[in-house]
């Protein structure tokens, strides 16, 4: 009876230790799964805080697309330049297309009027401003600190032209008492334009003449459209029709509006058609006969 006794006292033992052990386990597991599923933010920004020198805030140093003779600026924003450092660090522009020093600091550093370097005190924005950019002004430009060795950021500048098309050009011919239909598209425009002028015959169209029936939708994005609709058109209605973007060339269409007649002056290929009709014609009278 000792015996059992005993073996029964050494399993209550060994079972209390088990459950002690499995309960200290789950409870470090637990705690080291709450601490890894703290967010990757929070440690991303622990790694910024706990930065002692010089860094790009690359959100806010991003890519410029300019339009064509448009003031555009370049950003750089350089965090802690001036901490824990006895140098005074240097922000400078450089352009890549020639190995070009274009600022230093506060300072322009070219003969280039159009370049100037903007820096407001105790602000991290390192600008460069470009006047009237150029298509020859695309391409890289170097942001770089004057640490040891130097830091550099990259800046890729895109000039671009806007163009504009009307679709159905050069010639469009309709019938007398439909509705004229052109359809302005402005591309290559990184902001839509301020505005549309339709133009008749070298004249502002007025939507209320006393004509009446001409209207003008305008849907403005990053390809901009205009639609002009002139309905119950009259032979008095034929003649150029030109869209005239405030940020772009101008583009024209000839507009033919016929009387219900075959229309003798219409084109085709550069040739007209109703001499190759009467032609047609002509032979087969002369087969016939």
């Not at 459950?19 to 991303?44: D, V």
């Not at 402005?186 to 070298?202: C, G, M, Q, T």
Request: glycine share 6%; with cysteine; proline share 5%.
């Amino acid at each position: 009876m000792r015996v059992i006794d005993t073996s029964s006292r050494m399993l209550g033992i060994f079972a209390l230790v088990i459950i002690i052990t499995g309960s200290l386990s789950y409870g470090a597991q637990h705690s080291s799964s709450g601490k890894n599923s703290e967010p990757s933010q929070q440690n991303a920004v622990d790694d910024l805080n706990s930065r002692t020198g010089p860094y790009f805030d690359l959100a806010a140093s991003k890519n410029v697309t300019a339009l064509l003779g448009k003031t555009t600026y370049l950003n750089c924003r350089v965090k802690n330049l001036g901490n824990k450092t006895s140098v005074a660090l240097q922000v400078s522009w450089v352009r890549h297309r020639d190995i070009h020093l274009l600022t230093i600091g506060r300072y322009t550093y070219t003969s280039d009027q159009r370049f100037r370097a903007i820096h407001n005190v105790h602000s991290d924005d390192w600008t460069l401003q470009i006047k009237f950019p150029q298509l020859r002004d695309s391409g890289i430009y170097e942001c770089q600190v004057s640490t040891t060795p130097h830091m550099s950021h990259f800046v890729h500048l895109n000039v671009v032209e806007p163009t504009t098309e009307i679709l159905g050009g050069p010639d469009l011919y309709i019938d007398h008492g439909s509705t004229i239909n052109l359809t302005c598209i402005v591309l290559n425009s990184p902001e839509p334009p301020a505005y549309i002028f339709w133009n008749h015959n070298d004249a502002i169209i007025s939507y209320d003449s006393g004509r009446g029936g001409v209207s003008v939708v305008t849907e403005k994005g990053e390809t901009t459209t205009s639609f002009l609709l002139v309905q119950y058109a009259t032979p008095s209605d034929s003649g150029q029709y030109t869209c005239n973007p405030s940020n772009a060339q101008p583009k024209s269409i000839t507009v033919h509006v016929l009387n219900g007649e075959y229309p003798a002056a219409m084109q085709h290929g550069g040739q007209a058609k109703q001499p190759r009709l009467y032609s047609l014609l002509l032979c087969l009278c002369l087969l016939l006969y």
